[in-house]
C-alpha cells in the first residue's frame, strides 16, 4: 500500500488525530514505531519510514513505542473496503484461526490457495498472515497487561498464546524485557483474575454519537438479556460455549473511547468478546469516510 511521505510527515509534525489508526511512523534509529500522535519528539524526515499498519511495522522488525501504546489506537486500516476476503481472513484470525493452524489450512477456509492469500495480505496490510496474527495477539497482550491486573498466566490464555515461555519469549524479543516490567506500578499490587472481571478502553475515532448508539441499541433491547441505564451504559449478559457472564458499556470521560467491564468464567474468550462489543458498537467506523459518503 502506497503512502504519501510528504503527507505523512506533516501529519506527524503536527500530531493529527485525524490519522491515528491510519498510519505507523516507524524510526529507524531507535527501531521503534509509534503512532502519529506519540508525544515524543518528531524525528527527522530522513529517518523515519511510514506503514499503513503495525504488523507491517513489526514485520519489518520495529518494536512497539511505550509511550503513545500502538495497542490503544483506533481499529482503522486505511485497506477497508478494498478486499472481502481479507475481511474475511482478518475475522477468521480474530477468532483464532492461525493459533493452532497453518496458513494454507486459513486459506481452504477461505476457497483461495495459499499464495493468492499471502499475496493480498501483503497488498492490502504490507504483513504476512502469520505476522498480522502475532501483532494481535501481541497488542492485546499489551493492552491487557498495562490495563488490568490479570495474572501472566492468564494474560498469554487470553490472548491466544499456546504457552506462557512463548508469550514470555515473544515480549523479551520485541520489548526487550519480561512482561511483567510493562506493568505499570501501581497495578502490581493485588492481582485480579479475568473471571473475577476485568475493564478494558476501546478506542474510537472522534467524532462518536453516544446518545444516538444508546438510543438505538435501548430501542431493541432484548428483556431480561440487555438493559439501558439512564442513557449513559448499556449492560448485556452474554453465553459462550456453556459459560455465562455479564458486560457493561459506557463512554470514557477522558479519552476518545468505551469502558467494556467484562465478568467471564473463560479467559480464552475475553478477545472474541471484545472483538464482538467493537463490532456491537461500530468502534472500527471512519469517521472521515462516511463523511464523504454523505
Same mark, same amino acid.
Given at each position: ?14 500530531? &493529527? ?70 475481511? +474475511? ?19 481452504? +477456509? ?7 492469500? +499471502? ?95 444508546? &438510543? ?36 470514557? &470521560? ?27 458498537? &461500530? ?12
Amino acid at each position: 500500500m502506497e503512502l504519501d511521505h510528504e503527507a505523512c510527515y506533516r501529519a506527524i509534525s503536527t500530531r &493529527d488525530a485525524r490519522f491515528d489508526g491510519r498510519i505507523f511512523i516507524a524510526v529507524r534509529t531507535t527501531r521503534i514505531y509509534c503512532r502519529p500522535i506519540c508525544p515524543a519528539r518528531t524525528p527527522k524526515r530522513e529517518n523515519v519510514t511510514f506503514f499503513a499498519t503495525a504488523s507491517a511495522a513489526q514485520e519489518a522488525g520495529y518494536r512497539p513505542c511505550l509511550r503513545c501504546r500502538p495497542e490503544s489506537s483506533p481499529d482503522l486500516g486505511a485497506w477497508r473496503g478494498t478486499s472481502n476476503t481479507v475481511s +474475511r481472513a482478518l475475522t477468521l484470525i480474530g477468532e483464532g484461526a492461525l493459533d493452532g493452524e497453518a496458513v494454507d489450512a486459513l486459506a481452504e +477456509r477461505l476457497g483461495i490457495g495459499e499464495r493468492q492469500l +499471502r499475496r493480498l495480505f501483503r497488498q492490502h496490510l504490507g504483513a504476512s498472515p502469520i505476522a498480522v496474527a502475532q501483532t494481535r495477539r501481541v497488542l492485546f497482550a499489551k493492552q491487557l497487561i498495562v490495563e488490568t491486573t490479570m495474572p501472566m498466566a492468564e494474560v498469554a490464555l487470553a490472548a491466544g498464546f499456546n504457552s506462557i515461555r512463548r508469550f514470555n519469549a515473544t515480549f523479551q524479543i520485541l520489548y526487550q524485557r519480561p512482561p511483567r516490567e510493562l506493568r505499570r506500578s501501581k497495578l502490581i499490587d493485588g492481582e485480579q483474575t479475568g473471571a473475577e472481571g476485568i475493564t478494558l478502553k476501546l478506542p474510537y475515532a472522534p467524532p462518536y454519537d453516544w446518545d444516538a448508539m444508546i &438510543d438505538f441499541l435501548g430501542a431493541r433491547a432484548i428483556r431480561g438479556i440487555e438493559a439501558v441505564d439512564n442513557r449513559w451504559r448499556y449492560r448485556r449478559s452474554i453465553a459462550l460455549d456453556g459459560a455465562q457472564g455479564v458486560i457493561s458499556v459506557e463512554p470514557d &470521560d477522558r479519552e476518545p473511547a468505551l469502558r467494556v467491564s467484562i465478568r467471564f468464567p473463560q479467559v480464552s474468550a475475553l478477545s472474541g468478546i471484545v472483538r464482538r462489543v467493537r463490532r456491537i458498537f &461500530d468502534l472500527s467506523a471512519d469517521p472521515l469516510a462516511i463523511r464523504d459518503d454523505l
